[in-house]
């Protein structure tokens, strides 16, 4: 019998980019870009990560239905990560949260960010089930912050340190017309 394929199997391309699924060649990169003080002050966890950690980080997420994981890829270039989580197998879930982060390369530019969240948003609203996305963000992070609510996101509630924010796919699709003029490819497709 043919193993059933899950989201995070799966390669997606739109906007100027590819989400390809990671895999044990990315972790250098990965870890390189997590360690980062620029990226690591956005994470709500800003720990140094070795490279046992990054490995049993790894080993940990492989085969996990409740999570996706992909790298970015932009012009043939490794460029970010991106991910989806619920809290059961992610076909199954009407409400999902993830986060992404775009790393140092020779194609960085002041779109990407838009681009990765953007797919991770169709993903979520389009090829799965979700009606409904949310997350912390650090209440420090105004450049995340702005962009969330470009994105149709509102914010719930706040702490000392993060906000809450919430994006139904209704809200999404509205503000998402307004950016896709900036983008060739403003759709994400399924490409394998």
Known sequence: ???????????????????????????????????????????????????NQQRCWYENITDRVDQAHWVVWCKGVRTG????KGEGPLELQNQLAGGFYSGKSSVKHG??????VMMQLDIAFQHLSATIFRGPVLKSNVSARRLNKQLGYREEWENDTLVGVVLTSDAYEIAKKSLTKYFDESICLLVG
């Open 1 to 51: 019998m043919a193993k059933r394929q899950f989201v995070g199997d799966k390669h997606f391309r739109g906007y100027g980019i590819e989400l390809c699924p990671l895999g044990p060649r990315d972790l250098p990169s990965l870890r390189r870009w997590r360690n980062d003080p620029q990226i690591g002050k956005q994470m709500t966890d800003s720990f140094y990560i070795t490279p």
């Open 81 to 84: 990560y991106v991910n989806i």
């Open 111 to 116: 779109l990407l960010g838009y681009a990765i």
